[in-house]
């Protein structure tokens, strides 16, 4: 009889150890940190108390992300309040920037915005190039990571050269863009390409609509 033999014993016997439960006290096993000998109930013991850390570690990880989630919820919340407040589209910019640089912490926002038959002598209405609307076009979702475009960093001003991460947010009418939101970071992981979109894609959601009330 070899190793495999007395595994494969074990494992068609479930019930072994609980018919033999004497041998439990008199087999011995390596503690898996200090390698001493210990009995294999101990062992038992050690592994079980190791698989609860486990899973208390990953309840509380849980519970983080849900009080996470909990806040940035009340923020958005916060926002969509002061948006329909809103009666001007000069009061819904200024929500717009305040919510993020006061209630998200984004340090720099810009927006822009075409195709509108409305106008305002504001930035937000500076003209755009092709590239950016066909850039923002093709945006099915927000973009999160490095800053490529440069015309869009240039919105950011005299922050520009130290922007290390952006979010682009698509302003959106009927499934096609008329704007676009963007979010910018000296921190390089603040956006990154892996993170979650679906807050972000709410605020771009909310803001097209309280936009366009004003815009048409």
Known sequence: MNTDDVVRYLHEN????????HLLSSLNAVHPHNGETISLTERQLHALREKIRQLEAKLAELI???????EISEKVHRMILALLEADNFEAVRDAIYTHLREDFAVPHVAMRVWNSVLKRETVEFAP??????FYAGDLRQPYCGAPGNLEIIDWFGEAAPHIRSVALVPLMRD?????LLALGSED???????????YLK??????????????G
Do not use: C, Q, W
């Open 14 to 21: 479930p019930d072994f150890f609980e018919d033999n439960s």
């Open 64 to 70: 983080r992300f849900g009080e996470d989630n909990d």
């Open 128 to 133: 755009v190039s092709e590239d950016v609307r």
């Open 175 to 179: 499934k096609r863009v008329f704007g």
């Open 188 to 198: 390089d992981e603040r956006f990154y390409p892996e993170m979650g979109t679906l």
């Open 202 to 215: 709410r605020i771009g959601e909310m803001v097209s609509a309280t936009a366009l009330r004003h815009l």
